[in-house]
């Protein structure tokens, strides 16, 4: 079935699958683009993350963002730590891999989806632009600020309504309650997404029995040791129960000079569902439970402490530094969730992204599938597939990176990794 004709589409979520899949309408319609999102915010808070740009991202942002400026650091080799910071035998691996941050995706999907200024953003007023004589459809397709990005709107209801389309209800930043008949929707909302406790309530996201804190510390601020093993470098350490993973990301307004990027890390504990300790690390300075992501700012000082002085304890040195000198943690718990469909309503609504699955971190897939979902999208509105390959492709990929992640979590916190220590 080929894609429905389409004159004003909304987008739920305005996170980087949404903007994602805005750049692709903006860039293969004529459609009207509304994004819809939940945040009070204008502009989403960086929670300093750094993201591996996988293959899908590097294709799309290639294809799509036609940015003048780089969006990575270069990782030269994969390796292993053993408990007192030494290099594991047999563990060096030298494989390029590419690493950046949510915050920089973010600012240039903006820039190019709605016209958010990205110049004051990044270091030198690079916030991109058109490279000349680059042939891409971009450069002479989309206008800057095309898209409207609606921010402060908790949409309550998505309904089919036949050739007609699909009623999106929402509340917005006023609280008044509005609806819209759109031709086409997508749901990018995440992997608690609305649209799909709505549409598949039996599709929960489930606690996997760990969490993950993260931070990032300044390049500047590390020992040499911790230099030589993470800058440039994608270190790991495995022990029984526990992985950390290092790697060095661009720095404040996306710095990508030696000495001005950070090292982020991500370290992953086991807690059991329900203990004291889970309820305790996600209770919040202010005595508010958070269910999944508990969030800069947030952490309690006695709990940072206690894990600050565990992490002298089992971790090998280097990793013990960084972690020691973050001033900004936050934690995410680690969580499940699988849809057996995307395609909704005669194929006039998907679900795209983390609201279909949520993937394990340890796969660093998250943003390569919203990309990867967002290149498939193009082929079914230029009408190089259609809608039951796009279903296809999109769910197959999304079932294999999925089981893949929980393969690699299980091993990693509750069996044997061949290089753990």
Same mark, same amino acid.
């Given at each position: 079935?080929?894609?429905?004709?389409?004159?004003?589409?909304?987008?739920?979520?305005?996170?980087?699958?949404?903007?994602?899949?805005?750049?692709?309408?903006?860039?293969?319609?004529? $459609?009207?683009?509304? +994004?819809?999102? *939940? #945040?009070?915010?204008? &502009?989403?808070?960086?929670?300093?993350? =750094? /993201? %591996?740009? !996988?293959?899908?991202?590097?294709?799309?942002?290639?294809?799509?963002?036609? $940015?003048?400026?780089? +969006?990575?650091? *270069? #990782?030269?080799?994969? &390796?292993?730590?053993?408990?007192?910071? =030494? /290099? %594991?035998? !047999?563990?060096?691996?030298?494989?390029?891999?590419?690493?950046?941050?949510?915050?920089?995706?973010?600012?240039?999907? *903006?820039?190019?989806?709605?016209?958010?200024?990205?110049?004051?953003?990044?270091?030198?007023?690079?916030?991109?632009?058109?490279?000349?004589?680059?042939?891409?459809?971009?450069?002479?397709?989309?206008?800057?600020?095309?898209?409207?990005?609606?921010?402060?709107?908790?949409?309550?209801?998505?309904?089919?309504?036949?050739?007609?389309?699909?009623?999106?209800?929402?509340?917005?930043?006023?609280?008044?309650?509005?609806?819209?008949?759109?031709?086409?929707?997508?749901?990018?909302?995440?992997?608690?997404?609305?649209?799909?406790?709505?549409?598949?309530?039996?599709?929960?996201?489930?606690?996997?029995?760990?969490?993950?804190?993260?931070?990032?510390?300044?390049?500047?601020?590390?020992?040499?040791?911790?230099?030589?093993?993470?800058?440039?470098?994608?270190?790991?350490?495995?022990?029984?129960?526990?992985?950390?993973?290092?790697?060095?990301?661009?720095?404040?307004?996306?710095?990508?000079?030696?000495?001005?990027?950070?090292?982020?890390?991500?370290?992953?504990?086991?807690?059991?569902?329900?203990?004291?300790?889970?309820?305790?690390?996600?209770?919040?300075?202010?005595?508010?439970?958070?269910?999944?992501?508990?969030?800069?700012?947030?952490?309690?000082?006695?709990?940072?402490?206690?894990?600050?002085?565990?992490?002298?304890?089992?971790?090998?040195?280097?990793?013990?530094?960084?972690?020691?000198?973050?001033?900004?943690?936050?934690?995410?718990?680690?969580?499940?969730?699988?849809?057996?469909?995307?395609?909704?309503?005669?194929?006039?609504?998907?679900?795209?992204?983390?609201?279909?699955?949520?993937?394990?971190?340890?796969?660093?897939?998250?943003?390569?599938?919203?990309?990867?979902?967002?290149?498939?999208?193009?082929?079914?509105?230029?009408?190089?597939?259609?809608?039951?390959?796009?279903?296809?492709?999109?769910?197959?990929?999304?079932?294999?990176?999925?089981?893949?992640?929980?393969?690699?979590?299980?091993?990693?916190?509750?069996?044997?990794?061949?290089?753990?220590?």
């Amino acid at each position: 079935m080929a894609f429905p004709k389409a004159d004003n589409i909304i987008i739920i979520g305005g996170s980087l699958a949404g903007l994602m899949h805005a750049l692709t309408c903006l860039t293969h319609t004529e $459609a009207k683009v509304t +994004i819809l999102e *939940r #945040s009070p915010n204008a &502009l989403l808070h960086n929670q300093g993350a =750094g /993201v %591996v740009a !996988g293959a899908e991202t590097q294709k799309f942002f290639t294809k799509y963002v036609d $940015a003048r400026r780089e +969006i990575a650091v *270069r #990782s030269l080799e994969r &390796l292993y730590l053993d408990r007192d910071g =030494g /290099v %594991v035998e !047999g563990s060096v691996d030298r494989r390029e891999q590419r690493m950046t941050s949510w915050d920089v995706l973010y600012r240039l999907l *903006r820039w190019r989806v709605d016209g958010m200024g990205a110049g004051e953003y990044f270091e030198g007023g690079e916030g991109g632009g058109e490279q000349e004589g680059s042939g891409n459809r971009v450069k002479d397709h989309v206008r800057f600020g095309q898209a409207r990005y609606e921010y402060g709107c908790s949409v309550d209801a998505v309904k089919d309504c036949g050739e007609k389309g699909v009623d999106v209800e929402w509340k917005d930043r006023d609280g008044g309650t509005r609806t819209t008949t759109a031709d086409f929707v997508i749901a990018a909302d995440g992997a608690s997404s609305h649209v799909r406790r709505q549409l598949l309530p039996d599709v929960q996201r489930s606690y996997a029995g760990y969490v993950a804190f993260r931070g990032t510390v300044p390049e500047s601020a590390i020992s040499e040791a911790a230099t030589a093993a993470f800058v440039e470098k994608f270190a790991f350490f495995h022990t029984t129960g526990i992985q950390i993973l290092a790697y060095t990301i661009p720095g404040e307004n996306g710095s990508l000079r030696p000495g001005h990027r950070l090292v982020n890390w991500v370290w992953y504990c086991n807690y059991e569902d329900g203990s004291q300790e889970l309820e305790e690390l996600m209770t919040d300075s202010e005595g508010k439970r958070h269910a999944v992501t508990l969030p800069v700012g947030g952490m309690r000082e006695e709990v940072w402490s206690k894990q600050k002085r565990y992490a002298d304890e089992v971790l090998p040195p280097q990793f013990a530094e960084v972690v020691k000198k973050t001033t900004q943690p936050f934690v995410q718990a680690i969580t499940d969730n699988l849809s057996k469909e995307d395609v909704f309503s005669d194929g006039r609504l998907v679900m795209v992204g983390d609201a279909v699955a949520g993937f394990r971190p340890h796969t660093a897939a998250s943003t390569s599938q919203a990309a990867f979902d967002a290149l498939m999208l193009a082929e079914w509105i230029e009408g190089r597939i259609d809608r039951d390959e796009y279903r296809s492709r999109c769910l197959g990929y999304a079932k294999e990176v999925q089981t893949h992640g929980v393969a690699l979590g299980e091993r990693s916190q509750f069996g044997r990794h061949p290089f753990a220590t």
